[in-house]
């Protein structure tokens, strides 16, 4: 079963039992950060808003550090548009803070992978795995009995139900599915149909407003900063 441990902000730090026996595995789920974001461009706290934002972002590092969750899901949007190379840089660095958990990423519709995005050149800390395609595959981590699928957008727009067509490999394993998306441009799915299909929980994203789809088993995690 799936337990919501705590929640601080618009991120979750949830724990996934495996059987009554075996011991929890945890993880941090959060998406849609909009890094590079100017919320009212122009304005006189519009700067400030736009560092709150790198601020929660580091935040929330920080608590992976002292939680040390076995992994870190980041479903889409970390930045709000194509990211420079500096704020991959910036970022690289954070993660490389947490390297005992598993940093698994995803671009979503904002910052989707161009042709010349740096997203593609980018050399990530050996505890990140950046999902590079825009079609559905996984990583495979033996000693969490987990795998973890997910995509990345390389366009704005993706109106397939990708999705709803995945099975996973090894119903065996504790199977996560990272997913941005939701409406009729952005990979609409079926939260029931990815469920039956054998996953154990749903990592979602781009909604900016959070909530449990199906409780315990499917998240939209929301927006990091509201």
């Known amino acids: 079963n799936i337990l919501l441990e705590k929640q601080k902000k618009s991120y979750t730090i949830d724990t996934v039992n495996e059987t009554e026996m075996e011991q929890l595995m945890k993880f941090i789920h959060v998406s ?67 390297p005992q958990t598993k940093v698994l990423l995803m671009a979503g519709n904002h910052d989707y992978i161009q042709q010349n995005s740096f997203y593609r ?23 969490q009995n987990t795998t973890v699928y997910g995509l990345s957008y390389w366009h704005r727009e993706i109106r397939q139900a990708l999705y709803d067509e995945v099975f996973p490999k090894n119903t065996d394993r504790i199977n996560i599915l990272l997913a941005h998306g939701g409406d009729e441009r952005h990979i609409p799915f079926s939260v029931e149909k990815i469920l039956r299909h054998g996953f154990d929980y749903m990592a979602a994203g781009h909604i900016h407003k959070g909530g449990q789809l199906v409780q315990g088993r499917a998240v939209m995690a929301g927006a990091l900063e509201p």
């Not at 890094?35 to 709150?52: F, T, V």
């Open 32 to 98: 849609d950060v909009h890094l590079g974001i100017k919320p009212d461009e122009g304005k006189p706290w519009s700067e400030k808003r736009a560092q709150d934002i790198w601020d929660s972002f580091a935040e929330m590092i920080e608590i992976a550090a002292e939680e040390s969750p076995d992994f870190l899901l980041i479903s889409g949007d970390l930045f709000h548009k194509q990211p420079l190379k500096r704020e991959l840089k910036e970022v690289c660095g954070l993660f490389a803070r947490i």
């Open 121 to 143: 050149t980018c050399e990530w800390p050996e505890n990140v795995c950046f999902f590079p395609r825009e079609e559905v595959m996984c990583f495979d981590f033996p000693e």
